[in-house]
């Protein structure tokens, strides 16, 4: 369990860099259908998570996609406080949009954990 908080944290920096470098373009709301896509993919992006999932035991999902959320939660908390410094080229209403993108990334994440269907090797 301890790869789920290593793994959260690497999206949390990846997901920043990204808005960073492109937030600007992916949180215009004059551009509603890359908003539509930016919200609609993030159940796809779910998709690498299904692997690590198959790793532990249905009990211990709930747990373990926690672990995976709570590490960037938390530093979110700091990234979105000081969001003129990490990301400046964003106006309040993306950072308010970012925060709405954010809220439902680690929503599906941990609705993850709620899958009971037990995954079993193909043969």
């Given at each position: 369990?301890?790869?789920?908080?290593?793994?959260?944290?690497?999206?949390?920096?990846?997901?920043?860099?990204?808005?960073?470098?492109?937030?600007?373009?992916?949180?215009?709301?004059?551009?509603?259908?890359?908003?539509?896509?930016?919200?609609a993919?993030?159940?796809?992006?779910?998709?690498?998570?299904?692997?690590?999932?198959k790793?532990?035991?249905v009990?211990?999902?709930?747990?373990?996609?926690?672990?995976?959320?709570?590490?960037?939660?938390?530093?979110?908390?700091?990234?979105?406080?000081?969001?003129?410094?990490?990301?400046?080229?964003?106006?309040?209403?993306?950072?308010?949009?970012l925060?709405a993108?954010?809220?439902?990334?680690?929503?599906?994440?941990?609705?993850?954990?709620?899958?009971?269907?037990?995954?079993?090797?193909?043969?």
């Open positions: 369990m301890v790869y789920f908080p290593l793994f959260g944290t690497s999206l949390w920096l990846i997901a920043t860099l990204i808005f960073r470098a492109f937030g600007t373009n992916l949180l215009n709301v004059e551009r509603p259908i890359v908003l539509v896509a930016l919200f993919a993030v159940p796809i992006m779910a998709i690498p998570l299904l692997p690590a999932l790793r532990i035991p009990d211990k999902r709930l747990p373990g996609t926690v672990l995976i959320a709570l590490p960037g939660m938390l530093l979110d908390i700091f990234s979105l406080i000081f969001h003129e410094s990490v990301f400046p080229a964003l106006d309040p209403q993306q950072i308010t949009l925060a993108w954010l809220l439902w990334a680690y929503g599906i994440i941990i609705s993850c954990g709620f899958i009971k269907k037990q995954f079993t090797p193909k043969s």
